[in-house]
């Protein structure tokens, strides 16, 4: 903070006690948890504004607070969250499946193929594993960053609108992973 413009100190102090909530969120059980959530996400918050100050808050007030809040929540490893290259399905089924290690979740997802990491996009992994997750009070919910990388988190179903009221906070659009879209028309 020091030596920051105010309205730099100024969008950090509104940013910072929304993360302490959420890192709480995330991490109900460990505290070790929660000081190194904040500790990632705030080093990573820095490093931001200290590589070039004026176009962190350009880019606030040209409203992509919400792709920079979901960067910054997966970059920093909050919580369960892992991020992929939009085009590798290899990746989102290793990311996923250390996700459910991590979240103590047994199960052994359907994809509905033989071998989705060769016949789904990434996109189509996860809502087939979120319906399936759903059912076992989970949700993998995709954060938009603005750029062309997967950005997703496992959330459980008992934070779902505390988590979704913290993102609104931000603007951070939230994919629900509730419904496959076919991109046939583009190909």
């Known amino acids: 903070m020091q030596g920051m413009k105010p309205e730099t100190a100024e969008l950090y102090n509104e ?6 909530e959420l890192a709480k969120l995330l991490n109900p059980n460990s505290q070790e948890n929660i000081a190194t959530d904040i500790a990632s996400f705030e080093e ?12 962190f808050v350009d880019s606030v007030e040209n409203e992509d607070l919400g792709f ?20 590798d399905s290899e990746s989102a089924i290793g990311f996923l ?3 459910l290690d991590i979240a ?25 594993a979120n319906q ?13 960053s603005g750029n062309d990388a997967y950005h ?23 994919d629900l992973n509730d419904e496959e879209v076919d991109y046939s028309e583009y190909e």
């Open 15 to 20: 940013i910072m006690p929304a993360i302490t």
């Open 44 to 55: 990573e918050l820095k490093e931001l504004i200290d590589e070039d100050e004026e176009g």
């Open 68 to 87: 920079i809040m979901a960067d910054l929540v997966v970059r920093s490893n909050m919580g369960n969250s892992f991020w992929i290259d939009w085009k």
């Open 97 to 99: 499946k250390n996700a």
């Open 104 to 128: 103590d979740i047994d199960i052994q997802l359907d994809f509905g193929v033989d071998n989705p990491q060769n016949s789904l996009r990434p996109d189509q992994i996860f809502v087939r």
């Open 132 to 144: 399936q997750l759903q059912a076992l009070s989970y949700y993998l919910l995709g954060l938009d």
């Open 152 to 174: 997703e988190i496992l959330i459980p179903a008992d934070i779902f609108e505390p988590f979704m009221s913290i993102m609104e906070q931000f603007n951070v659009m939230v």
